[in-house]
């Protein structure tokens, strides 16, 4: 039987087993994160001892094969994790800190649903995204069969939803473990618990009690990271569920902002993505009020950082000192996401967006003067309730005025607790040639505007091998538009001069130019 680290095996008696459950629990430290690092290493002696026993049975070879059990072994690992993310880039920052903590527990990451462990991190912005989910619970019912011993975690916005976990509990039993947005940082001390009880483990918070910051975070990417500098929202767009799933907004200090992202800088991170839902309220609610703007300067000033983004602007807030600083930080990247959801005022009232068609527009006229070159993107609901004709006209019309980068286009979905879904509904087959005519109008702006830097050179941040062709490197503009170009990687995670030989309609061909 495996023996637990220092740490913990000084808090026992020395004759405890990794499943005295009891008496693991009764000696976890009180304060956090002290309390997580206590149950990563208990989740650990557990996980190793199974992972020994598999060996023994020869379980394990038969699921990992030879290989890769020895480099498991070699590299101390005690099992396999899938953590899979859904929705936004919120969710997406989400998932690192999850598999941080698994990965300080032991577990390998393993990009498929066959791992010991599956943990689905979910999104519920429209029904579609629910609906996945139930799907792949249904697939991995089968998987357990042949498994038992496999661990289905679900976590995420889709769980701070109660007809959710009913449905779950109802229907789809074989999930072990349930958690929300506010306790992510749980997970160690929530996987014990249901290892010690042995049956579905369900821990949601109603809203955010505390921050714990400090906890392992394991990167998708070396050379660039989202840093969370708010989370929650206070708008209350009547179609929309965030506020309920996310609760009210809280901004992190810039101090414990800065300092991540100097830490994030000595680690090699070269490109940062400020995270929030609403990012230009950003710091309203601090003891010491900050706009975001000021904090974008300060961003701006921590060595070792080259590109910084954001995401997401409401259009409503977005103030001339905002638009000042992204023309004035020269790291600040020449890419805005200002979600317009419909063109009509009329619409846009009845979604409680709190700005008109004419302000959207004399917005971006703004924003367009200070700032030539900037990409504009964008976010369009179709059908929501009692949208007529002429205010999808209206929603077009917006679309060939402001010729959007590229659109993300939506069709409306009933969010059950919103303002919106007690309205009248528009019948799905127009609201889908409504999104059909949208959809068409949208990709062949986006490909003409797309194309307009071909033969310039500009600064790319090599992000990849091609995955199509060999020989070849992916990387982004500052735009957020993707180029390819030969290279091979020891240029991946450097900005480098491209020029942009051939527009394919959403991305470039192109030539790394001399470093010089
Ligand atoms: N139906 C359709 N789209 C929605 N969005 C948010 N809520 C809904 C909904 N109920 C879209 C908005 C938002 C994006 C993240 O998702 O366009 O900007
Ligand atoms: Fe939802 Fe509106 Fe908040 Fe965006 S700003 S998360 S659309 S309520």
């Not at 509904?425 to 959809?439: S, T």
Request: glycine residues 6%; contains cysteine.
């Amino acid at each position: 039987m495996a023996l637990f680290c220092h740490d913990i095996q000084e808090k026992l008696p020395a004759t405890a087993s990794v499943t005295d459950f009891d008496q693991i629990r009764a000696a976890a430290p009180a304060g956090e994160p002290e309390r997580q690092q206590y149950f990563m290493e208990a989740d650990r002696a557990y996980f190793t001892a199974r992972f020994e026993q598999m060996i023994a049975s020869g379980e394990a070879l038969s699921r990992y094969g030879k290989e890769r059990l020895e480099e498991m072994q070699k590299n101390g690992r005690i099992g396999t994790v899938d953590v899979v993310t859904f929705g936004c880039q919120m969710n997406a920052r989400d998932s690192e800190k999850l598999l941080g903590i698994l990965e300080t527990i032991g577990f390998q990451e393993w990009e498929s649903e066959d791992a010991d462990f599956v943990l689905y991190n979910t999104c519920t912005v429209r029904d579609n995204a629910n609906q996945k989910v139930y799907g792949r619970l249904g697939y991995l019912r089968t998987k357990k069969r042949n498994n038992p011993q496999m661990l289905i975690g679900l976590c995420g916005c889709m769980m701070q939803e109660p007809e959710a976990i009913e449905k779950i509990r109802r229907s789809y039993s074989h999930v072990d473990l349930i958690f929300g947005t506010h306790n992510i940082f749980k997970l160690a001390e929530i996987l014990f618990e249901r290892i010690a009880n042995g049956k579905m483990t369900v821990d949601i918070w109603e809203s955010a009690k505390e921050i714990v910051e400090d906890l392992p975070v394991e990167r998708k990417y070396p050379f660039k990271s989202g840093v969370n500098i708010m989370f929650g929202c206070n708008n209350f767009c009547s179609y929309c569920i965030v506020p309920y799933v996310r609760g009210r907004e809280r901004s992190r200090k810039p101090d414990e902002i800065l300092d991540e992202i100097r830490k994030l800088a000595a680690d090699g991170v070269i490109e940062v993505m400020l995270l929030g839902q609403n990012v230009n309220s950003y710091g309203k609610n601090l003891s010491e009020p900050m706009t975001f703007a000021a904090l974008l300067r300060r961003v701006n000033e921590v060595d070792g950082i080259k590109r910084i983004r954001f995401m997401t602007s409401h259009p409503k807030d977005l103030s001339d000192e905002l638009i000042d600083a992204m023309r004035d930080c020269d790291k600040v990247c020449h890419h805005l996401h200002l979600p317009l959801q419909s063109g009509s005022s009329r619409i846009l009232r009845k979604m409680n967006r709190k700005y008109t068609k004419e302000e959207y527009l004399a917005l971006v006229d703004r924003i367009r003067f200070a700032i030539p070159d900037i990409s504009l993107t964008t976010d369009i609901i179709v059908g929501f309730p009692g949208e007529t004709e002429e205010d999808f006209q209206e929603t077009l019309d917006v679309v060939r005025r402001v010729r959007f980068d590229s659109a993300f286009t939506f069709l409306y979905s009933v969010r059950r607790g919103t303002p919106a879904a007690a309205m009248e509904q528009v019948p799905e087959e127009v609201m889908k040639e409504r999104f059909e005519r949208l959809l068409k109008e949208v990709q062949q702006i986006a490909g003409e505007v797309c194309g307009r830097e071909t033969g310039q050179v500009r600064r790319v941040l090599v992000e990849s091998l091609d995955d199509h062709k060999d020989g070849y490197v992916t990387g982004r503009l500052e735009n957020n538009i993707v180029v390819h170009f030969p290279g091979d990687e020891t240029l991946i995670g450097t900005i480098i001069d491209v020029v942009l030989e051939e527009s394919k309609g959403f991305y470039y061909m192109g030539r790394a130019l001399p470093k010089g």
